[in-house]
């Protein structure tokens, strides 16, 4: 909307196209995370693999998320209370195919030590944040997470990086 004197005029927006808005959201390069909980009901680990993470507050210490409307494994994690965002290694690019898959074990042959509160913290991540929900969002098709953060940890391990579409990594020491 518009505002123009003491009339408001509306503009009619053209539709987007999904594929068009895919292919230019994937020349920005994110890194790579894995959110992982215990299912209360299974006690079982579980957890899904995202690119839409992000630092939101220092003060209070707060970690954003986005996850699909349709995710099945996001409530199980939820419902966890305490969750690890696990940020994937260049070498764990099979781990993020693995939790991104949709049903099956995705835990099957994945190595992972307990947080400080339970959630999987993965083999190999470059860091994990343990955190537990503070708010959820909903916008269009996915859900966006604001999470306060409980314990963190990093290691100098070279990132895994998604990027048109493909997986890549960059050394830490060649970032200026």
Same mark, same amino acid.
């Given at each position: 909307?518009t505002?123009i004197?003491?009339?408001t005029?509306?503009?009619?927006?053209?539709?987007?196209?999904?594929a068009l808005?895919?292919?230019?959201?994937g020349h920005? %390069?994110t890194g +790579?995370?894995?959110?992982?909980?215990?299912d @209360?009901e299974?006690a =079982?680990p579980?957890?899904?693999?995202? $690119?839409?993470?992000t630092?939101v507050?220092?003060?209070p210490?707060?970690? %954003?998320?986005? +996850?699909?409307a349709?995710?099945?494994?996001w @409530?199980k994690?939820? =419902?966890?209370?305490?969750?690890t965002? $696990?940020?994937l290694s260049?070498?764990?690019?099979p781990?993020?195919?693995?939790l991104?898959a949709?049903?099956?074990d995705k835990f099957r042959?994945l190595d992972?030590q307990?947080s400080?509160?339970?959630a999987?913290?993965?083999a190999?991540?470059l860091?994990w944040?343990e955190?537990?929900?503070e708010a959820?969002?909903?916008?269009g098709?996915?859900?966006i997470?604001?999470?306060?953060v409980?314990?963190?940890?990093?290691s100098?391990?070279?990132?895994?990086?998604?990027f048109r579409?493909r997986?890549g990594f960059?050394?830490?020491?060649?970032v200026?």
């Amino acid at each position: 909307m518009t505002s123009i004197g003491s009339e408001t005029a509306t503009a009619e927006l053209p539709e987007l196209d999904p594929a068009l808005m895919r292919t230019v959201l994937g020349h920005f %390069a994110t890194g +790579v995370v894995a959110i992982t909980g215990i299912d @209360p009901e299974t006690a =079982a680990p579980t957890g899904l693999a995202a $690119n839409s993470f992000t630092s939101v507050s220092l003060e209070p210490p707060l970690i %954003a998320f986005c +996850v699909g409307a349709t995710s099945s494994s996001w @409530p199980k994690v939820r =419902a966890a209370g305490h969750y690890t965002v $696990n940020i994937l290694s260049e070498a764990q690019e099979p781990v993020c195919r693995q939790l991104a898959a949709r049903g099956a074990d995705k835990f099957r042959g994945l190595d992972w030590q307990p947080s400080p509160a339970g959630a999987p913290i993965l083999a190999g991540s470059l860091a994990w944040i343990e955190a537990e929900l503070e708010a959820e969002h909903p916008a269009g098709d996915h859900t966006i997470v604001v999470s306060r953060v409980r314990h963190l940890y990093a290691s100098d391990l070279a990132p895994l990086i998604f990027f048109r579409g493909r997986y890549g990594f960059a050394e830490p020491g060649a970032v200026r």
